[in-house]
């Protein structure tokens, strides 16, 4: 490992402590000639497969469009940049257990679709509204009824009886 001031290859380890999510080790190290010291992060090399793009290209995996793209769909939304990489990391691990060597881009939307739709809705809605390109508004209608027919149940059944109501008196 370089140092980063003198440029030095021989440096030693003074410290090391795993992260908080446990998937990289934080090393304090200090440079053997200028004695000044700096933090690496080591993790595992792990084999992203290729993705197949709607155009057939064919790209390395990039977690930064995934982020990029979950930032702008959650933009002024209650999610935060933890809940965001930890649908990235679900993603990323999803892609590994397949184990194939490329994956079309539509596993990854969708699987972000999926992601999405059960942390907010809204960002659900603003990602599908990219990621599926509609055409027309009545495209983007379906989808919203779609979600309003999923919310429907969830809400009547977190809905407590309405004392006021005369159905639900006893006598």
Sequence with gaps: MKCPFCHEIE???IDSRLSKDNNMIRRRREC?????RFTTYERVEEMMPLIVKKDGRREGYDRIKIINGLKRACEKRPVSINTIEAIADSIERSLQERGEK???SSVIGE?????????????YVRFASVYRSF??????????????KERKPLAKAAKPPNSTDPRQRRE
């Design 11 to 13: 440096n030693r380890v």
């Design 32 to 36: 053997e000639r200028c004695t000044r």
């Design 102 to 104: 490329e994956i079309v």
């Design 111 to 123: 699987g972000l679709m999926r992601e999405l739709h059960d942390t907010d809705p809204v960002a």
């Design 135 to 148: 055409k027309d508004i009545s495209e983007f209608m379906v989808e919203l009824e779609e979600l309003i």
